[in-house]
């Protein structure tokens, strides 16, 4: 079992920065940052391997980056240059499972953090 708590999100103007960050009972091999906006499927926006390899989305290359304590159980996610078709609710998630991470299952969800960019 992995407990999972995002924070960070709020509101901000496009162009603007936030940070979340996801405190993990344990963090495991594969952790991701997924987001759902409405009326919208989740997908997925960036994942992280135990030892660093990101991948990212297309939509968000270049602006958002994603990093992980191990030590202190905890991810994060750095979304600069952001813009109105990032509002979204974003999650933290975990895999049980080892391999390539952005084609994983994520098992393991937070509750979300909302984010809204205004124009």
């Known amino acids: 079992q992995v407990n999972l708590v995002e924070s960070g999100g709020g509101s901000v103007q496009a162009g603007g920065s936030l940070r979340l960050s996801c405190a993990a009972s344990?963090?495991?091999?594969?952790m991701g940052w997924f987001r759902q906006a409405p009326g919208k499927d989740r997908e997925g926006v960036a994942t992280?391997?135990?030892?660093?390899?990101?991948s990212y989305a297309d939509s968000v290359k270049g602006r958002f980056t994603i990093s992980r304590d191990n030590a202190g159980n905890t991810l994060y996610l750095q979304m600069n240059s952001l813009k109105p078709e990032d509002t979204a609710m974003y999650y933290c998630?975990?895999?049980?499972?080892?391999?390539?991470?952005?084609?994983?299952?994520?098992?393991?969800w937070g509750q979300g953090t909302q984010v809204t960019v205004s124009s």
């Open positions: 992280i391997a135990g030892f660093g390899a990101p």
């Open positions: 344990r963090l495991s091999y594969c």
């Open positions: 998630a975990a895999s049980s499972s080892i391999g390539a991470c952005f084609t994983v299952n994520f098992n393991y």
